[in-house]
Structures are given as structure tokens and as C-alpha cells.
């Protein structure tokens, strides 16, 4: 069973930077595509980023330009680094393994999240 923990969201203003963790627990982390997610309130979740097994990373337009994921296989760590974080970017943001091919997440069992608020 795999399970992920997030970690690091907190309350920035506009302009700000936060680094996001996540701690992958189960086998085959190396093997999986890894990708980040976001739910804000009264909306869909969405994709934010994607890192491959090969270490290529896929972002939407939204935040192609501000948005860095990265990996760690030893540890078993998806981390994404935001900047020049928005009021839009607001929401609960959650890891997961991704579908290949798709930005689709894996698995049906997400952790708790990290809230990211972007306020003034």
C-alpha cells in the first residue's frame, strides 16, 4: 500500500516562495512517474507538475514559469519549489503517483494535503 505525506504549505503574500515536501511511503518509488496536485475550495483537483522517471518534468501553462518539481529516489521525496506564488494559487496541495503517460493520478489513496494560502 502506498501512502503519501505533505508537508510545508503555509501563508505567503503575493510574490512569495514556498518549497513543498512529500514522503512517499511503499515499493517501486523509483519506477513511478510523481506529480502534484491542488484542490481549492468549490473547485476540481488539478495537476500542477509532473517529474518522470527519467527526471523531465511537465507543467500546465499556469504555472510553467514559477513551479519546480524535483525528486529523490534514495529518499523517496517529491519536493515542488513555488515562486512568485498568486492569490490563484491558494489551495490544498497533495503528491501522488501518476499514470504514465497522462497526468492521471495512480493511486485512490491520498494523504492529508498541505494547505497553501497566498494572501496580503
Known amino acids: 500500500q502506498v501512502q503519501f505525506v505533505e508537508s510545508g504549505g503555509g501563508l505567503v503574500q503575493p510574490g512569495g516562495s514556498l518549497n513543498l515536501s512529500c514522503q512517499y511511503s511503499?515499493?517501486?518509488?523509483?519506477?513511478?512517474?510523481m506529480g502534484w496536485y491542488r484542490q481549492a475550495p468549490g473547485k476540481t483537483r488539478e495537476w500542477v507538475a509532473v517529474v518522470a522517471t527519467t527526471g523531465s518534468t511537465n507543467y500546465p501553462d499556469s504555472v510553467a514559469d514559477r513551479f519546480t518539481i524535483s525528486r529523490d529516489n534514495f529518499k523517496k521525496m517529491v519536493y515542488l519549489q513555488m515562486t512568485n506564488l498568486k492569490p490563484e494559487d491558494t489551495a490544498v496541495y497533495f503528491c501522488?503517483?501518476?499514470?504514465?503517460?497522462?497526468?492521471?493520478?495512480?493511486?485512490?489513496?491520498w494523504g492529508q494535503g498541505t494547505q497553501v494560502t497566498v494572501s496580503a
Open positions: 501522488n503517483a501518476v499514470r504514465i503517460g497522462t497526468t492521471v493520478p495512480l493511486s485512490d489513496d
Open positions: 511503499g515499493s517501486a518509488f523509483s519506477s513511478n512517474r
